[in-house]
């Protein structure tokens, strides 16, 4: 056993360092989830990758028989768990665990719910808005993208209190942006048609 005061990765790296298909599909999730680095593809990995052991030694010990009274603790302790999260459906059971996939991981992140929930234009935005202290959940201030969002604190997403971003005139607020873009993609055809008359 190592110092207990040592931070331990929480995640697996690939066995395999160059394969052309896997990095693909990570360069793929990091753009379209915005996440800084390929290391919160791997976390995301590593989460499923447990979730699935845990669902598949459950699994075979059901097929053997009665399970016995902790396993069938245990498997229930998971299953409430990951609806609590909103990664299955409420009348899930153990064998939808094992139809989950990275994607389903990621988009309970904070970042993605704060792009689609439009509380910021892009996901890169989201990020910045996190980070700089501009996003609550349930009126506490996270400043960690890779926060994972429970279905209850989803839908109490939104600006932290003493953030400029939560006033709705602010410029940057997305409804202000799209405000901005239809005045001046307007603005170029009222003056033709002022020049017109």
Do not use: C
């Amino acid at each position: 056993m190592g110092y207990p005061g040592k931070n331990r990765k929480s995640y697996d790296t690939p066995k395999h360092p160059w394969q052309a298909a896997r990095i693909a599909s990570e360069v793929e999730l990091i753009k379209r989830y915005g996440l800084r680095n390929k290391k919160e593809v791997w976390k995301a990995h590593s989460g499923l990758k447990n979730y699935r052991e845990l669902a598949r030694k459950m699994l075979a010990e059901s097929s053997k028989g009665k399970l016995a009274e902790h396993l069938k603790r245990d498997a229930d302790n998971i299953l409430t768990r990951m609806k609590r999260y909103g990664l299955l459906k409420t009348d899930a059971v153990l064998d939808d665990i094992l139809s989950l996939e990275v994607t389903n991981f990621l988009d309970r992140r904070l970042q993605t719910q704060v792009h689609k929930q439009g509380l910021a234009n892009t996901v890169r935005q989201a990020r910045q808005y996190i980070v700089h202290g501009h996003i609550a959940v349930a009126g506490r201030k996270v400043t960690v993208p890779g926060y994972a969002l429970t279905s209850e604190e989803e839908l109490s997403l939104g600006y932290y209190g003493t953030s400029p971003m939560a006033n709705e005139s602010h410029p940057s607020r997305p409804a202000q942006v799209v405000k901005g873009i239809v005045h001046e993609t307007s603005a170029p055809a009222q003056t033709a048609r002022q020049k017109e008359v």
